[in-house]
């Protein structure tokens, strides 16, 4: 049997979609769900007291647990009834803040970092992000077999963008107080702005158009592009977040896709590669280099991109990479 367990924060966000979504997909696919709380303290009960018992009922089962979830004290303890018991601890990764830190030669406690590490190590098996994070886990000494998920699905209830005219315009979805290298962008196309925290002025061409739901949010995105960069600067992906890019599948890769919309993202993020491979949008290295790529692109090759992107959406609403990591996972442990 197969299990997911779905942690639920006490604090609901649209951070929290990128698990949900893994949550709904994996049912589908027959594993069976465990719940938690989202009370805290009955979160802390469930999590010394209740999953203890319940991996002594499961017998010789894979366990997912989507990493990180809950405080560190938390997942210590849960990946510790795993292991005590005979089944098999499956780690989905969403993010790893010791790489997070690392990429950008930023202290984060040592300790910290070692914890992080270790329950890595103590999975039976991992489905990473992609080839660039899995090369970094293995460099940490991480030895359990690891499959590389290539690209989050995304649970999609909008209908997918058809709209073929191309006529130059982006947008960009997220925390625009993080993006800070939107106060800074000059252009000539239109780009409007979805999310919380925007600045209070942003540069000509540049339009702020609200906050909206993970679920809602689709429904607004009908430009031509979906923008991926992170930072504080324009020429270059920088900082925490911006350095991040080159190991990590950002969820808005995901939102823009299953929504038809083609990626422009950073030359040297690990997911460039993937955009290119399966023709889903532009690389570029240089923000300043938008205006003469939008100008000089054509209403076929825009075409071209899009019927790429319409048939990736249909897969990332359905969930195919994170069935076919998990299946290509639990064939190797």
């Known amino acids: ?95 790893i803040e010791a790489l ?91 780009l409007d702005l979805y999310g919380m925290n925007p600045a209070k002025s942003y540069y000509k061409n540049i339009h702020y158009k609200g906050n909206f739901s993970p679920d809602e949010l689709p429904k607004k995105l009908t430009q031509n592009f979906g923008l991926v960069w992170d930072g504080p600067d324009v020429d270059s992906c920088r900082g925490i977040y911006g350095e991040y890019m080159r190991f990590n599948n950002p969820h808005k890769v995901s939102l823009y896709l299953s929504s038809g919309m083609p990626i422009i993202i950073w030359k040297k993020a690990a997911m460039a590669e993937f955009i290119q491979n399966n023709n889903l949008g532009i690389v570029v290295e240089d923000l300043r280099e938008l205006d003469d790529i939008l100008d000089n692109m054509t209403q076929e090759e825009y075409v071209n991109l899009k019927k790429s992107v319409i048939d990736m959406s249909k897969s990332l609403r359905n969930g195919t990479h994170t069935i076919s990591a998990m299946n290509k996972l639990m064939s190797s442990i």
């Open 100 to 190: 997070r830190m690392n990429s950008n030669s930023m202290e984060l406690a040592k300790k910290d970092i070692d914890d992080e590490i270790e329950q890595l190590r103590d999975s039976d098996g991992i489905v990473s992000h992609n080839s660039k994070m899995t090369s970094w886990l293995k460099e940490k000494g991480v030895v359990v077999p690891i499959v590389d998920l290539e690209i989050f699905d995304y649970d999609n209830p909008q209908e997918i963008s058809h709209n073929l005219n191309y006529e130059g315009t982006l947008c960009f979805a997220g925390n625009l107080e993080k993006s800070s290298f939107l106060k800074k962008l000059e252009l000539q196309h239109r």
């Open 1 to 95: 049997m197969k299990y997911v367990l779905s942690w639920h924060e006490s604090i609901k966000h649209g951070g929290n979609k990128a698990k949900e979504d893994v949550d709904r997909f994996l049912k589908k696919d027959g594993y069976r769900v465990i719940e938690t709380p989202s009370n805290k303290f009955l979160k802390v009960l469930f999590t010394y007291i209740y999953f203890p018992i319940l991996m002594k009922f499961i017998r010789n089962s894979e366990v997912v647990y989507q990493f990180p979830s809950g405080k560190p004290f938390i997942r210590e303890r849960l990946i510790k009834s795993v292991k005590q018991s005979s089944n098999k601890l499956i780690m989905l990764v969403h993010d």
